[in-house]
């Protein structure tokens, strides 16, 4: 996987840390993605990472989000660690949107950066005060700069927001793509 800082895989354990402090009845409350609860939020992470990864050849065991959160992130973060602990699954090749990647390039450039942002929506929702940290707010603005106008597709991020005059690094970042 490419050596920038910080890595898919070192991006997890602080979702996790999140996952973990989530109290058992905040899993539905209403996270800043727009109509989705914070359980609809860890669904989306899991079942992105599943899907692509499943899309070339990999296949994680299922977990269950909707008995116990707290457990399944866990369950599925470890199947996650044993797969991509296998060079020959990162260094996959494939056709991409933007030409020919890699599995490990495609989960650095695009889920890494879901980690980050849905662990301050999970957090949120539960009314945690998640912060990011600076190589995490970098890396935030500089894959933001690399999708472009593509980080306001569909089903990806809303529309940027206006920050307040006095918003700090992280509310503009994150205003950025639509918090």
């Known amino acids: 996987m490419e050596t920038t800082s910080p890595t898919f895989l070192t991006l997890v354990q602080p979702f996790t840390g999140v996952v973990d402090r989530l109290p058992a009845d905040a899993w539905d409350a209403p996270s800043p993605c727009e109509g989705w609860t914070a359980r609809d939020v860890l669904r989306h992470v899991v ?21 116990d959160p707290a ?11 044993d797969a991509l602990a296998d060079p020959a699954v990162v260094g996959r090749e494939y056709d991409g949107w933007a030409g020919r990647t890699t599995v490990g390039a495609t989960l650095q450039g695009f889920h890494a950066l879901d980690l980050v942002v849905h662990r301050w929506d ?29 980080l306001y597709s569909d089903g990806v991020c809303r529309a940027g927001v206006e920050p307040s005059a006095d918003a700090d690094r992280q509310a503009r970042v994150l205003a950025r793509l639509g918090r």
Not at 73 to 81: D, F, V
């Open 47 to 67: 079942g992105s990472q599943r899907d692509f990864l499943a899309g070339h050849g990999v296949d994680l065991p299922d977990v269950d989000l909707d008995a």
């Open 122 to 150: 999970v957090a949120t929702a539960a009314g945690l005060d998640e912060r990011l940290n600076d190589d995490e707010l970098t890396f935030v603005e500089e894959r933001a700069d690399a999708l472009g106008e593509a």
């Open 71 to 81: 457990r399944g992130w866990p369950a599925h973060a470890a199947a996650l660690q």
